[in-house]
């Protein structure tokens, strides 16, 4: 009833009761309604009926007065008064009412019928009854007619009864004078239409403890209500699929939801396809989209001030760190040691200009600046030292070439690397997992090449 309260909504009524039109639930309501109720045909056979019914059918219950079988008596009523005139216009001998003792048997002795000619009677003695003409046909019926008026009901109450038509099965409806159509209301239709949640198609949030969908199908059904002026009320498919075949020959997903009646429409990126064409109808596509796609996750690069230290390994790191301290060490050791370095003969190289103590300070100091294009410094003057200097120069030679080749290789190979390019590299790799989406035609794709495969290669 709220939603009654809400929009303009026709009601179309059709009922056997013969009296007018009353709605005890349209409290508050205001609301325009079609309605159809049997339509008395012949005013002497009505006064009969009126006569019988004042005596057989309005009988109280619990203090009320009850019409329910009206409609059912009147065509009883119709029935016998056929069947009457037909026996009493038999030819030959006339039928005679007949007293049986029912406390004796003994076989009928009175006229007997012949039905021959009551069934040649039927067509001639059909008159008009309460409610019309008996069709007798293959399928016999009573011609009854309709009478359909507009009901307008404001606030509860009836303020208005308008004829505009009748009905009959062999006439159809007839218009009265003065009406065209029985679509002459106020009412707007409303459909109920099932969807699948599948971003950004249809997307959906809670506000409120109230479900609110939102996405471009639902712009889109929102556009096309706006032209054609209707209401819908959306809700999600029970099992959340789009619509596949079973192996047992029934449907699931949204078309199983429009099969069984329970949607008028359903509103979703759902592919067409040739089972499906031959369940539900599709409307022109709106998005197409040729062929399968694949749908990588973004690979996600973590930036840190330690960046560079990725392009070795960490045991490389620890051997160069471990070289680095040891030849510092040794230069300290050689230089004080050694009888040929300026340490132990000051005397000798008294002259020099450069003169230099190798501490583990200096040591390492004379290390790392030698791997800059600045240079070490002063060498050491002993032939152990500068043989020692000499191959930690090799080493950091080579150290420094192969850091930067692989940087290189490493930067590119970031910046460039799409493992995935097609189906083919796909199946040939297991280092990505992948499924297709259940219910979808992707996966029937699938599961057809599957089908094929295990037809022709096995």
């Known amino acids: 009833m709220d939603y009654l309260s809400s929009h303009r909504v026709t009601w179309v009524v059709l009922t056997k009761d013969t009296e007018t039109f009353q709605c005890k639930y349209c409290v ?48 009883y009523l119709d029935l016998i008064l056929l069947i009457s005139r037909v026996i009493v216009h038999l030819p030959g001998e006339g039928i005679g009412p007949i007293f049986i003792d029912c406390n004796r048997v003994s076989p009928y002795e009175g006229s007997h019928v012949n ?11 059909n008159d008009s009854g309460v409610y019309g003409r008996w069709v007798l046909d293959d399928v016999s019926y009573m011609n009854m007619a309709l009478r359909i008026a507009w009901v307008n009901i404001q606030a509860g109450q009836v303020k208005l009864i308008q004829k505009v038509a009748t009905w009959t099965s062999t006439t159809g409806i007839q218009m009265e004078s003065g009406y065209s159509a029985l679509t002459n209301n106020n009412g707007v239709k409303k459909y109920i239409i099932v969807t699948v949640v599948q971003p950004p198609f249809m997307m959906k949030t809670v506000v409120d403890n109230t479900t609110v969908y939102y996405g ?24 959340g699929l789009y619509g596949t075949l079973n192996d047992n020959g029934t449907w699931n997903g949204m078309v199983n939801e429009l099969i069984k009646g329970n949607a008028d429409i359903g509103v979703a990126d759902l592919s067409v396809m040739a089972e499906r064409e031959s369940a539900v109808d599709f409307t022109v596509p709106y998005y197409d989209l040729v062929g399968i796609k694949i749908l990588m996750k973004a690979p996600k690069f973590e ?43 000051k005397e000798k190289y008294a002259d020099d200009d450069e003169t230099r103590i190798f501490t583990i300070k200096e040591g390492l100091w004379f290390c790392i600046t030698s791997l800059t294009p600045q240079g070490g410094g ?20 080579i150290m420094i070439a192969s850091y930067t080749a692989n940087l290189a290789a490493f930067l590119t190979v970031q910046r460039f690397e799409s493992p995935i390019q097609s189906l083919d590299d796909l199946a040939g790799q297991y280092d990505i997992g992948y499924a297709p989406i259940e219910g979808t035609a992707t996966l029937t794709y699938f599961q057809r090449m599957a089908d094929i495969e295990e037809k022709f290669y096995t």
């Open 303 to 345: 930036y840190t001030l330690l960046k560079f230290a990725a392009v070795l390994e960490p045991p490389v790191w620890w051997c160069f760190a471990a070289a680095y301290f040891l030849t510092g060490i040794l230069l300290c050791l050689f230089d004080r040691y050694s009888p040929y370095s300026y340490q132990n003969n």
């Open 28 to 75: 508050h309501l205001d609301l325009t309604v079609i309605h159809a109720r049997p339509q008395e045909h012949n005013q002497i056979y009505n006064y009969m009926f009126d006569k019988y019914a004042q005596s057989v059918l309005y009988r109280s219950r619990d203090g009320l007065i009850w019409t329910e079988e009206e409609m059912e008596a009147a065509y």
């Open 378 to 397: 002063e060498a050491p003057k002993s032939v152990s030292g500068r043989l020692i200097a000499a191959t930690w120069w090799l080493f950091g030679f």
């Open 216 to 239: 471009y199908c639902k712009d889109l059904i929102d556009k096309i209500k706006d032209i054609l002026k209707f209401e819908y009320e959306l809700y999600e498919a029970p099992d």
């Open 115 to 125: 039905f021959s000619g009551l069934i040649e009677q039927l067509p001639m003695q």
